[in-house]
């Protein structure tokens, strides 16, 4: 972890926005951890928020291009996935965007919101209050603790 902080707010955004991709890795240690040190809390919710988004967006991206093999070879997400977020997506509409922050789901969620191409705009609004709503909560959290 040491060598992300020495990147700073660079390496915060990198982490979250690899964070919000398929890729097996999480910011929120690194995030209490330079919340711990002399950081800006302004700044590292910025850069989490800002990576995290960008992250999910490309992860959409992915989805609305639906090609398969790119999403099995690429993500290693299995079709049987997307197609079951598919399905909750027919019962939350947009409004699943709100959830991609959540570990695990949340990254076939986005790409599952791109294959049944869930306009645009919203669902990138939805993700960025879902996602800065995340950040927010756990950096109030963090430095009421400390």
Not at 58 to 68: A, E, I, V
Not at 74 to 91: A, C, I, P, T, Y
Not at 108 to 126: D, K, Q, Y
């Amino acid at each position: 972890m040491t060598e992300w902080i020495e990147l700073g707010y660079w390496g915060l955004f990198l982490a979250a926005f690899l964070a919000a991709t398929v890729l097996p890795f999480s910011s929120d240690v690194l995030l209490g951890l330079m919340l711990s040190g002399d950081w800006d809390p302004l700044l590292l919710f910025i850069a989490a928020t800002t990576g995290n988004f960008l992250g999910g967006l490309l992860t959409y991206w992915m989805g609305y291009l639906g090609k398969w093999e790119w999403i099995e070879k690429w993500f290693g997400v299995k079709r049987s996935k997307v197609e079951k977020q598919m399905g909750r997506l027919q019962r939350w509409g947009k409004w699943a965007a709100l959830l991609t922050w959540v570990p695990f789901i949340g990254d076939v969620l986005a790409i599952a919101l791109g294959f049944v191409r869930a306009p645009f705009w919203t669902t990138a609004l939805l993700m960025l209050i879902g996602k800065g709503g995340r950040f927010a909560l756990i950096i109030w959290i963090v430095t009421s603790a400390i």
